[in-house]
Nanobody
Framework: QVQLVESGGGLVQPGGSLNLSCATSGSIRSVYAIGWYRQAPGKQRELVAHISGGGSTHYGSSVKGRFTISRDNAKNTVYLQMNSLEPEDTAVYYC???????????WGQGTQVTVSS
């Protein structure tokens, strides 16, 4: 059974930090690319950050320089370190795993991040 479980969300003040985790299990291996997406109320889901099986990273323009994605293949976990958080970062954050062939795609259940004073 394939699972992606996000954790680490919560309420934080503007300028604060959070570190999200995406724990993978089942048939997901280090070859999978992992992406973090977010969806705010009334908005479309958008890519936040992406890391390939080889470790190459890509960031959405609104988070570049503030967020860092990394992966620990030994722990089957991908992290999203979020710094200098802004109210506009408030959303449900989802973890996504995609096989290089593009035919196998999995999603987690999401974790809420709220940035507010």
């Amino acid at each position: 059974q394939v699972q992606l479980v996000e954790s680490g969300g919560g309420l934080v003040q503007p300028g604060g930090s959070l570190n999200l985790s995406c724990a993978t299990s089942g048939s997901i291996r280090s070859v999978y690319a992992i992406g973090w997406y977010r969806q705010a109320p009334g908005k479309q889901r958008e890519l936040v950050a992406h890391i390939s099986g080889g470790g190459s990273t890509h960031y959405g323009s609104s988070v570049k320089g503030r967020f860092t994605i990394s992966r620990d293949n030994a722990k089957n976990t991908v992290y999203l370190q979020m710094n200098s958080l802004e109210p506009e970062d408030t959303a449900v954050y989802y973890c996504n795993a995609e096989h290089p062939n593009g035919l196998l795609v999995y999603w987690g259940q999401g974790t809420q991040v709220t940035v507010s004073s």
